[in-house]
């Protein structure tokens, strides 16, 4: 077993408290409360419509409410696309014993991973295929989060020199005998746009097929339910942002301007087809769509939303290839 790395969670979280569960308090694109470092003041200069709520008189939007829909749009976002759109310490699974730390390469403040202190963010293992190591195939793996990052981070607290690994902690379990194998580094072969993994084995070759062999033996499938660990990171870095990857944030700005023109269209006569005022002899008339005031510009950013929710879709699934 290659030295152990130390486990750190990438984003900002409230103190550990015994009993209590953590809360995220910022993220590490730009340090603040969203993971795109899209804030109100942007959204409103995207929509370039007065985010207020449309009473007599009409009052501003708090800037809770509208950070509740970017953060609303974020989601919808990673969730359909498998794209974190911030740096993520994804355990998948968690260690739930400092034997298990130590069996996956990594070393922790107490003797478990704790959520908020050692990851970010929880997965369950993947399963295990015996036919993806025999004869002519490589053991093959796409994880479920993209972009992966291959290169090794330093800690952003700047607390200590931990380095935070990408896909570089992986390991073979066999869940029910605790029986551990851990992949070297060498071995391991990245696509870091599209999540794939590849193990190559460079040195001790024989260790694999002995231990894929075990499996077989003490299992009666050619499966092993949960039996590959990983210990990454995935998601979009500053850098990304500037560069092939800038298309994510209008995409964000889209998803939130549709959600955010939803919310305060309400209070602007909902439906309403029509609504006429006489006062001294001057007639006010107004006309709304039937699906709300907004209803053309909340057609515009969905219709937007989905084009680059295509173009991100296509970066991490790869070229297509098949037969006419």
Do not use: H
């Not at 034997?99 to 293992?125: K, W």
């Amino acid at each position: 077993m290659s030295g152990s790395v130390a486990s750190k969670a990438l984003w900002s979280w409230s103190t550990p408290v015994s009993g209590q569960s953590q809360v995220v308090l910022g993220y590490p694109t730009t340090g603040g409360p969203t993971k795109s470092g899209i804030m109100p003041s942007d959204l409103r200069q995207y929509v370039q419509v007065p985010i207020q709520s449309y009473g007599n008189p009409p009052t501003p939007v708090p800037d809770a409410n509208i950070l509740q829909w970017i953060r609303f749009a974020e989601d919808e976002v990673e969730k359909e696309t498998n794209i974190r759109l911030c740096q993520t310490w994804i355990a998948a699974p968690p260690a739930t014993s400092k034997a298990e730390a130590q069996a996956i390469g990594v070393t922790t403040q107490f003797n478990y991973q704790q959520l908020g202190v050692d990851y970010d963010l929880y997965e369950p293992g993947y399963d295990f295929f015996f036919k993806r190591a025999q004869d002519e195939g490589w053991i093959f793996q796409k994880l479920r989060w993209r972009p992966v990052q291959s290169v090794e981070f330093v800690d952003p607290t700047g607390i200590s020199n931990a380095q935070v690994p990408g896909t570089k902690n992986m390991a073979f379990i066999y869940p029910l005998l605790n029986e551990y194998f851990r992949m070297p580094q060498s071995w391991i072969v990245e696509d870091r746009a599209r999540g794939y993994v590849r193990f190559v084995p460079s040195t001790n070759v024989q260790m694999l097929p002995l231990f894929a062999m075990q499996l077989a033996f003490m299992g009666f499938a050619e499966s092993v339910p949960a039996g590959l660990w990983f210990q990454y990171t995935a998601g979009l870095t500053p850098n990304d942002y500037n560069s092939e990857w800038s298309f994510m944030r209008e995409l964000v700005l889209a998803k939130a301007a549709a959600i955010t023109l939803g919310n305060i269209q309400l209070g602007v006569n909902f439906g309403a087809m029509e609504t006429t005022t006489q006062v001294d002899g001057l007639l006010y008339r107004t006309k709304w769509n039937a699906k709300g005031a907004f209803a053309g510009q909340i057609d515009f950013y969905e219709k937007r939303a989905k084009d680059l929710m295509g173009t991100a879709k296509k970066k991490v699934r790869g070229p297509v290839v098949g037969f006419v």
